[in-house]
């Protein structure tokens, strides 16, 4: 007779109640400080090497190049860098998660400008000279 597996057994509020209650709490606390920490921060609230990190793309350092210049919306982006629509989200999440860039969203459009503070720091002055 070919033994028997039992499932596993399934715990009440997921699967980091299963191994200890310390390893839940650790998590918990863990996502508690992920997310006081996790907003949409203005220019200059993210760390140092979080803007270097973000601009050391030439992708994203033309795209922030053309965002100065005008709004443009994804697709339009994605035509003048010849990349695909996918692609070119993927850039611009980074550079608005450091307050670099802003969306505005009008119907299914996404549209992408450089954010007013962002010129002013000669880090980003200088990327936007290099993504020219």
């Keep these: 007779m070919p033994e028997r ?3 596993p057994r ?18 918990i606390i863990e996502y508690t400080i992920s997310m006081a920490l996790d907003t949409s921060p203005a220019f200059g609230a993210s760390p140092r090497w979080e803007l270097y990190r973000v601009l050391s793309e030439p ?3 033309r795209l922030l190049a053309l965002a100065a210049e005008e709004e ?3 697709g339009e982006l994605a035509d003048l860098l010849g990349e695909s629509q996918p692609n070119v989200s993927r850039h611009t999440a980074p550079l608005k998660a450091v307050g ?3 969306i505005r969203r009008e119907g299914t459009r996404a549209f992408v400008r450089l954010a007013r503070e962002a010129s002013s720091d000669r880090v980003v002055a200088d990327a936007l000279e290099s993504g020219k």
């Design 5 to 7: 597996h039992d499932a």
């Design 59 to 61: 992708v994203r350092l």
């Design 72 to 74: 443009l919306a994804i």
């Design 10 to 27: 399934k715990t009440r509020g997921g699967p980091f109640f299963a191994a200890s209650p310390l390893l839940a709490f650790i998590h």
């Design 100 to 102: 670099l860039v802003t």
